[in-house]
């Protein structure tokens, strides 16, 4: 039977372009100009320790998810302006967290609503810095955010905590893979053991505050793993090493991406 030629080539076109859609559907890859990728690099230049880290193919990597996450996600003012800097430095955390992982996307985060100051949270009338809500909200104060990203070595960093607690969170709720589930189960059987000392009231290298549940150990762990990777080595080389696995990186050893991941 003979080709009709125009048909298949219409047919290849027809292929590939759902073909592209669906890859950019799936990895939510949204086009940056070149003029603002250089806007981007020049400001996580000046302001995340992390990112100068990295190499020039990283640095593309970490420019193109950001990018994508300030296009994707709800990034809303409470009280304040939300400018490139304030959503950049809001998305920052995010990127670093679940930089070794495909998936960089909280499919259930989708909203973050930012402050000028600590504020008052509406319920408990207590106030905050920061928290994650469950059904999809996570909640920052500006200052103490970029606090955070100014201090990179005093293991408190706002943004890495409550990403942590959404990316946690994010595991645990959706289908997520096996892998994810199976890594993030051992570093909180860890993470169970550590409370219980912590609560016990022997010495420990996070601050007590871990001690409050599972959750807030992992949260800590994180700025600990980003901000004293070192320290967090020698001093819990087993809890070191299943965030390795968990996060796909080393920060102790600059490695940033460790292998290819599903
Ligand atoms: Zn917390």
Do not use: W
């Amino acid at each position: 039977m003979p080709v009709n030629e125009p048909l298949f080539i219409l047919m290849v076109i027809f292929i590939l372009s759902v073909t592209f859609l669906m890859a950019r559907g799936i990895y939510r890859l949204s086009y940056i100009s070149k003029a603002e990728a250089r806007r981007v690099h020049s400001f996580y230049s000046s302001h995340s320790t992390y990112y100068n880290k990295l190499n020039k193919k990283l640095q593309q990597r970490f420019v193109q998810r950001a990018f994508s996450l300030t296009q994707n996600l709800k990034i809303v003012g409470r009280g304040t302006r939300v400018n490139h800097s304030v959503k950049y430095m809001v998305v920052a955390a995010l990127v670093q967290v679940t930089f070794g992982l495909n998936s960089y996307f909280l499919k259930s985060f989708r909203t973050i609503f930012v402050y000028p100051s600590s504020y008052r949270h509406p319920h408990t009338g207590n106030m905050h810095d920061g928290e994650v809500h469950p059904d999809g909200l996570i909640c920052l104060s500006i200052p103490q955010l970029v606090k955070g990203f100014n201090n990179p070595t005093d293991v408190l960093n706002l943004g890495l905590h409550e990403m942590a607690h959404a990316f946690m969170h994010s595991i645990l709720s959706k289908k997520n893979s096996n892998t994810l589930v199976g890594a993030l189960n051992e570093v909180l059987a860890i993470s169970e053991v550590e409370v219980g000392k912590i609560k016990e009231g022997q010495p420990h290298i996070f601050r007590s505050y871990a001690g409050e549940s599972v959750s807030e150990f992992f949260a800590v762990a994180i700025e600990h793993f980003f901000e004293n990777p070192q320290g967090l080595q020698s001093s819990l080389p087993l809890l070191y090493t299943k965030l390795t696995v968990l996060l796909n990186q080393d920060p102790a050893r600059n490695v940033f991406y460790l292998r290819k991941v599903k």
